[in-house]
């Protein structure tokens, strides 16, 4: 990614981005603190932070091969956890003093049990078994699940999960969410002053560092962006949709034809800041459980959940002026094979131009993905 | 023909088990749908003993495509669900059944219950027929199936199916009588401990009986409408009897010199019906799986109050249905299902299917291979689309498993 922002800040979020280990991670361990990985955002960092640790969302960045992984996982598998599982057999993950993963796809679910056969020294490794169903019946299912999780985070680090160390960690996340929805609203702008690929290093730089100081550093981005005078035309406004998305594959290729990624519905985007955690009640966990099983913008785990999908994508188009919508799905994901042609029948019926294209984690050449965005980008244009 | 039907109360015992299955047919579906009684369809047929003792015609879609992945038109639906773009790597028979779906193919049902259990296939069906817009109107119930094994996650689970329960007596005006559901759990046990007898009995040497006769008993007993009724249970006693009989008398399968035992753990693909035949009569390689363990154990559904029975329904689905356990289960508990098959079947070898649509399985390939390693188990793990043969065909897989037999020393390359 090219990014045109002259900013420090932006700078350092992006390069946090772009790799794995950090100086922000550096200083968190050189100060004695834990880092807790984790897989997918059903798991709740703030249970995480309320636990002293440091949550780092696993991602497979700087991965150039699945060949060792390879042992574990066959190509019938997606490769987004199988880059990040060549990451953790290279040792690139042995900053993290814990795993939790859960059971959100079938490939994933077994992320765990191949962590601990690789025998790699993380001292913690947990599967949490996460909701497949919406409503209110389930928060109480999902609520045992984090309870136990609790407990196992609690028995491991020797620390006391307290109810106001939850409402605490609830509040900070929600302030991270704040400032995402904030940066997001710039993108509003009919020139906005940020493009789709900078947005996503943002984020995922939020996934990747103590929650205090990306507060800090978002803000101050956000002070920077306030002063800048965007006026670049850009084709088309477009938006992504899609599951564990960590790079700016996508936006670059469509960035670098003319058209602007204003929005997204991916996992390491929108769906993470949508909305909040409730900051008061009686429980805080149950307040992160009906979180994750009532309130989040539902990925296709959650049997049930399509027509809020494609309406959380809908309402996304009209307030950021989307021209299109790209669908991306990675090979071998199940999940959003039936979701994107369900979604394409419903889009058509609204009017809304979509494509959906089939990538890889690291692909071998982007000439093809390329060519279908530029012919999607290309019809919309000639309407 | 199976090879065991020289003796006439086998010739009897198939044609009844085909009158019984007829249920699972698509066409009985259909035939159902058009006398305009009530029905209801699932993504993964949850609790058969409580539509049984409803009297209400249940359909898992999934179940009734995978039957129908043996009809010759089965490979043109495949190629026609390319159009859907779900991926060429999700499960082939739910290409074919989200196709079937969307082609109308399937009857509009009363009340549709579907859920996550057992697999990512599974689920997106499931979405997907959720999303079916002219089923738009119709009652729907959704379940999320934990993978915990623990036995507070199955009481909750039994209160997921409780509630499932009363959804159908909601929507489809057929009552749960609980005195019924018991009497059909009871008998429901007594069939679940014979299917465990004949598998059993199959670790004779020779093996008694052929491999398809697994895959019958679990199509009558745990599938269809005829769960806990004790027409099934007497056809089971009968297939006992009649496979004790050949034990005493020596018989192994007609016509084949057993040489090697092995056991395919996996669904049985459809290709199965060319490939088993071929292994035992060009190899003498009996294989011996009932349909990757049909036969159980199947926990027994404690009817003490009704509670305890929707636990052990929650038990019976999410930790002994097939496809489900293998799907949701650990890599231990494959692991020692494969020991513990291998060792009651007295098996020389393991094969075990590897089918695409298993990405849990893809995924957990290696500590299985390992655990299997460390336990002296011969195990090849082959690659196969179980719905599709033209992915690998019947020869191929037949070259590739004598070749391994060849590797392992069980037979000779000549
Ligand atoms: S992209 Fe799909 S298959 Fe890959 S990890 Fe995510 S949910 Fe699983
Ligand atoms: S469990 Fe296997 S055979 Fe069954 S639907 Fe899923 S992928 Fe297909």
Redesign the pocket.
Known sequence: MKSGLNSEVFDKLAKIAGGLMNTEIDNWKKQGGKVMGYLCPVIPEELIIAAGLLPFRIRGTGSTSTSIADAYYNDVN?D??RHCFNQALLGKYDFLDGIIANT??D??LRFADNWKHAGLKTPFVYLLDNAHAAGEPMVGQFLVELNKLKGSLEKQFNVEITEQKLWAAIKLCNETKELQQQLYGLRKLPSPPITGAEVMAVMVAGLSMPKEQYNKDLQALLDELAGVKADKKYSLRLMIVG??NDDSLLSDIIEGLGAIVVTDSTCFGARLMAKKVAETGADPLYAIAKYQVMDVPFCP?TIGTHPQRKQFILDLAADYKVDGIVGVR?F?????GAEFYMLKKDLEESGMPFIWVEREYVPDSVGQLQTRIEAFIETINDK | MSETMTDNVFDKLNTECNEYSSALLLSTCQATAKSGVPFALCSDDCFPEVHCAMELPFWSVPVMAGVFTMEPQAPDLIDKSAAMGVGEKTCSGLRMTMYMVEAGMIPKPTALITGNICCDAISSTSELMNNYKPWADVPKFYLSGPHDKSEESMVEFGKQLRAAAAFLEKTTGKKLDMNKLKQVCEESNKQCQLMLELQMLKSAVPTPIDWTWGRKAGRIARWGPRVGDPVITDWLERLITATEQRIKAGKGIDGITEKIRFNWYDLMPTMGDKLFPRLAKELGAVQLSDHQNWGGPWTPIDTSSEEAMFTSFAKRYLNDTPMVKHAMGTPQILSDEIYRLYKDLKCNAVVMGLHIGHKEQNAMHKIVADICRERNIPLLQLGCDLWDARYMSADQAFDRIKEFFEITGLSSAD
Request: aromatic share 18%; proline share 6%.
């Open positions: 997606c987004f956890p959100c796809c490939t994933l599951s564990g785990k990675f071998s994901c199940d999940m959003w």
